[in-house]
């Protein structure tokens, strides 16, 4: 044997197993697929590790409570940072070189771009791994119905990133709201300041110079290839369709949590939306197919459910426009957060439910005149110290349908149909926006209606060209 072999982790526990048969301390693929001790370190793989991929990183990583193995980013210049944190860490451009090379992965971290979040998030679940995906789960709702059935499948832990679904501003809503406070809700509405990057704008027709240690390729990955330009990355691809999901992507997950979760949503039934117009010089509306609008208005209906037993109207709307004040809702106070930038409220028999970002800083206006204010004080503790990474981190060690994995807030058996219904709304969207010739020379958008929605077969029922929006193409090497 060569001086310098070193074991594998993998096989170093494998070996263990026969040498210490007579002991308690039993390694980990003897007690079943999926399952770490707890003692154990989880070796986590990094696929995004600039951004908001760093501090998913930290919090899974935890002051060394996990081991960061690997690292994948296409931009190695905006990964310092994590390779700087993790030093020991292999750096890779192709998350699917590292899923191939790094055997002793565990579980990963996905903060990628929307466009890719679904086959890096595949190619981890078909290897064993258990996964954490950035919000929105997907880019498409064909994609968030296969990464569900997929999590089952392959028995992975799975977590979504919109961590105010572990915190306690949302669990006290769904308290208040299942002990009757505010009776049965048939309206809801929400609302966000985004987009706060370009969006309602041409396509880039120039040509710069590609960003130095940039792998495009990758960085492109399943979506259609276009020419690098830097009003793609590395931020403003939230505002194009083939890469990102609008304002509604990035923040619905966010704010539309907390009514799903705590009236228990399913799939809609019906959506419709309407989208601020861009004028050119001439003054003529401008058709922008590419780029998500600088502003929406969408409004889908749910029907009853056992937690909410009557039909549910939500109402979103984004860029900046937002629901008028409720007369139950004194003048001089918020409706969301302190500014009204973001915000949910809940209409119900008894009264108004409200809160902010993250389900914080949750209310009820009451019929009578009355305000109940949470104090969340007792509710801090319930949660690791860093919270939504760390709980799915520890669900991990247990294994896949134990304990702590069924108490994970937003694992995709719940993240899943929470994202297809937050991508009807870009579908809408999308419909809306279609143009096609009219026969007198001008040009008719034949989607602006209201669109019925089968959710169990993934179908519009009355207007067939919006079902292109339902599942994307793959550029070749890239699909799911």
């Not at 263990?16 to 301390?25: D, H, L, M, Q, R």
Request: charged letters at 20%.
């Amino acid at each position: 044997m060569s001086a310098n072999y070193k074991p594998s982790r993998r096989s170093f526990i494998k070996k263990s197993a026969v040498a210490f048969a007579g002991i308690s301390i039993v390694p980990r693929h003897v007690l079943g697929q999926g399952y770490i001790p707890p003692s154990d370190q989880l070796n986590i793989g990094v696929i995004g590790g600039g951004g908001k991929g760093y501090g998913d990183a930290v919090n899974a990583w935890n002051k060394g409570a996990s081991n960061i193995t690997a690292i994948c980013d296409v931009d190695w210049g905006m990964a310092s940072r994590a390779f700087k944190k993790f030093p020991k860490a292999k750096k890779f451009k192709d998350f699917r070189k590292m899923l191939d090379q790094v055997k002793d992965i565990d579980a990963v971290t996905i903060s990628t771009p929307d466009h890719t979040h679904a086959v890096a998030a595949m190619a981890a679940m078909k290897l064993g791994k258990h996964v954490y995906v950035q919000k929105p789960l997907t880019h498409s709702i064909h994609e968030a119905r296969v990464l569900t059935e997929a999590a089952r499948k392959y028995k992975s832990v799975s977590q979504m990133g919109n961590q105010g679904a572990s915190g306690p501003g949302v669990q006290q809503m769904i308290t208040w709201f299942d002990e009757g406070k505010i009776g049965k809700v048939s309206t809801a509405h929400v609302w966000t300041n985004r987009p706060v990057w370009p969006q309602g704008i041409a396509t880039p027709t120039d040509k710069p110079k590609m960003k130095d240690g940039l792998d495009w390729d990758s960085w492109v990955g399943p979506a259609q290839m276009v020419d690098y330009h830097p009003l793609y990355h590395p931020f403003a691809w939230r505002g194009w369709w083939n890469f990102g999901t609008g304002a509604l992507g990035d923040m619905g997950c966010h704010l539309i949590d907390p009514p799903f979760r705590v009236l228990g949503l399913g799939y809609p039934t019906e959506v419709e939306s309407s989208v601020g117009a861009i004028f050119t010089k001439n003054w003529t509306p401008e058709y922008l197919p590419e780029s998500c609008p600088s502003s929406s208005r969408t409004q889908l209906k749910f029907p009853a459910t056992k937690k909410n037993p009557t039909e549910l109207t939500m109402t979103w709307t984004d860029g900046g426009l937002r629901p008028f004040h409720p007369d139950l809702i004194p003048a001089d106070h918020p409706i969301g957060d302190e500014n009204s930038a973001n915000g949910v409220i809940m209409i119900g028999e008894k009264g108004i439910m409200t809160c902010g970002t993250y389900g914080a800083n949750p209310k009820i206006y009451f019929n009578d005149g009355t305000i109940l204010v949470a104090d969340l004080k007792e509710r801090k503790n319930a949660l690791p110290e860093h919270g939504h990474q760390a709980s799915w981190v520890e669900a991990c060690k247990e294994g896949f349908g134990k304990s702590k994995h069924k108490a994970l807030t937003s694992s995709f058996d719940f993240a899943g149909p929470l994202t297809e219904s937050i991508l009807m709304g870009n579908l809408a969207i999308r419909s809306y926006m279609l143009r096609e010739s009219g026969s007198r020379g001008g040009h008719q958008y034949p989607g602006r209606k209201k669109l019925l929605w089968d959710g169990i077969n993934m179908k519009i029922t009355n207007f067939e060209k919006a079902n292109q929006f339902v599942k994307r193409e793959y550029r070749k090497g890239w699909s799911l």
